[in-house]
């Protein structure tokens, strides 16, 4: 069942487009993680669905009610959408104790005080703070002090929660933890999520979906392993995760397969997703991970000269050229440099056609 809707969504500043005109449906209990890097809208998009941004163009509506419409005239202040927003600085009150903090949406919305008090204790011992209540957001640790603020977007019951890269300012350790407990809350609560991050780890190990974003228009929207493993466009591939891409020619059709003619007089087989034909100029896509020199009887081969074998830990980087472009490819054991042979699955590679390789 959808709840939020954006309907032809655009957002201008004087003359200049941050958001070109787009359509999204999230669902109810959904976590959607906008993706993209800096300057690509999600952020706007965010501030758009808080009420602290008005679109320019299209609609924005709620469980079927309007909250924003450039065209006939609408916008509901932020305060009267019920959204709960948690920002990248968490925008505590230094002043005001843990209690306090979260006390101050509560008595702007007149919740009288024997409920305040029970809704405090019971948000605090969610989010893992009990018995924190009395300190001031300075006698707290950065993970705390994000907790604070998550839980003062919860306190008041908000029928939507907005993170716009609440995790950032944690070192890598509490954000992976943070990624864990975030994520056992919106199961908890159920509650719909909107999400914005450029890191591609946080939107694959939390989201339902994804919407990937690029200059101010959705590239993808897909569930992470979508997004991963069927990227739609050579951006979304080499964004989320990263990519070798290998130019090349289709040279025939066999059952499910295609054939291509690669750079140094090497071929290659795919599974043929359709839309091409003999003849076409292609690019071919294969993660790092894809590329390796563990022999795969049924595999592509490709002989790559090899700069050098770095190890990373778990496993070990390739770096290699192969028709005067830099490969990189993985594996368990060292090489030496020289000729080497790399081996990836007709199944693990995406085909674009040559031309939608375009600048960033």
Known sequence: MVELQLSSIAKYYGNVPVIKTFDLAINKGEFITLLGSSGCGKSTTLAMIAGLEAPSSGEISFQGRLLASAEKKVFVEPEARGFGVVFQSYALWPHMTVENNLAFPLRVRNIPAAEQKHRIAQTLELVGLTGLGTRYPGQLSGGQQQRVGLARALVYQPSMLLLDEPLSNLDALLREQARVWLKEIQLRLGITTLYVTHDQTEALSLSDRIVVMKNGHIEQVGTPQDIYERPATPFVAEFVGSANFIPGTVSGEAGQELHLSLPEQQTARIRDPGGFKPG??????????????????????????????????????????????????????????????????PLAATLFPANAMVPN
């Open 280 to 345: 076409d100029r292609i690019i071919l896509a294969v993660r790092p991970e894809k590329l390796t020199p563990e022999n795969e009887p049924s595999g592509n081969s490709l002989s790559v000269g090899l700069k050098r074998s770095i190890y990373v830990g778990e496993r070990f980087s390739y770096e290699c050229e192969f028709g005067g472009k830099n490969l990189q490819a993985f594996g368990k054991f060292p090489l030496s440099e020289g000729r080497v042979n790399l081996y990836f699955s």
